[in-house]
C-alpha cells in the first residue's frame, strides 16, 4: 500500500473514530424520537444532503448516515481484532476512539511511546490492507 492511501484511510478512520461514541449517542436518541426509524431498511439512494423539506426523511438521511459511519468504525475493529487481536484492538480504541495519547498508552501497557506508534501502524496497515484484497 502506498504511504498517500495509508495516510488517508488512517485519516478517516481517525475522524470517524473520534465521533464514533456521540454518533451513538444520536442514533439512541433519534430512535427513541422516532421509534420505527429502526425498522427502516437502509437505502444509499436516501442521502440527500442539503435538501430540506418538513416530511421528517431529514432525520432518517441523518440516522442512515450515523449509521454507516457507526458500523463502519465497528467493522474495521472487527478485523483489527480478527487479524491482529484483542490487544491491538483495545490499544487502538484507547488511541482514536478515547483519544488517549500515546505516551499514556505505553506507560499503561508497558511499552515506550515509539513501540506503540510503530504498533498501531502495523496493525492498521494490515487491516487495510486485507480490506484491499476482500475488494
Known sequence: MER?????????????????LKEIERVLEIEKQYPAVKDLKFDDQIFRIGLSDNTGRGMLELYQFLNADINYVKDIFSQIEKLCGHNAKVIIWSLFVEDRIQEDVAAEYGLTRRQVQYSVEHWMLEVFESEQHAE
Open 4 to 20: 498517500e492511501e495509508y495516510k488517508r484511510l488512517i485519516t478517516h478512520f481517525h475522524s470517524s473514530c473520534k465521533v464514533f
